[in-house]
């Protein structure tokens, strides 16, 4: 009657039958991730953070051109913004021509008397 119970109990239920399947399904599963961790790139990445001298650098770089494009970007904006406004005057609508006109009356005294 033993016997037959021990042919009855489904495999691994012992914890040794599906030990060798258990094993495999780990390495397995190791050598995916050795494998993504190998494509993303991380052993570099490591290798560049242990120089701080280029971290540095590429920040400073990256820094500078963040600025030069800002100030482009600052620079064609504000010249479409006084194109459009140099053609608001030009069409002669009777109330935003003379604020238009206002403004650029205010920013030429300010620019020749100071504040």
């Given at each position: 009657?033993?016997?037959?119970?021990?042919?009855t109990?489904?495999?691994?239920?012992?914890?040794?039958?599906?030990?060798n399947?258990?094993?495999?399904?780990?390495?397995?599963?190791?050598?995916q991730?050795?494998?993504?961790?190998?494509?993303?790139?991380?052993?570099?990445?490591?290798?560049?953070l242990?120089k701080?001298?280029?971290?540095?650098?590429?920040?400073?770089?990256?820094?500078?051109?963040?600025?030069?494009?800002?100030?482009v970007?600052?620079?064609?904006?504000?010249?479409?913004?006084?194109?459009?406004?140099?053609h608001?005057?030009?069409?002669?609508?009777?109330?935003?021509?003379?604020?238009?006109?206002?403004?650029?009356?205010?920013?030429?005294?300010?620019?020749?008397?100071g504040k």
């Open positions: 009657m033993y016997d037959d119970a021990e042919k109990r489904p495999p691994g239920e012992d914890g040794f039958s599906n030990h399947d258990a094993l495999g399904n780990s390495t397995d599963r190791l050598e991730l050795a494998r993504s961790l190998e494509r993303s790139g991380l052993a570099e990445y490591a290798a560049y242990s701080p001298s280029k971290v540095l650098l590429t920040n400073f770089l990256a820094g500078l051109a963040r600025g030069f494009g800002f100030s970007g600052m620079v064609l904006l504000g010249a479409f913004a006084l194109y459009m406004l140099q608001l005057v030009r069409m002669n609508l009777p109330y935003i021509s003379e604020l238009v006109a206002e403004i650029f009356s205010l920013a030429s005294e300010y620019l020749q008397y």
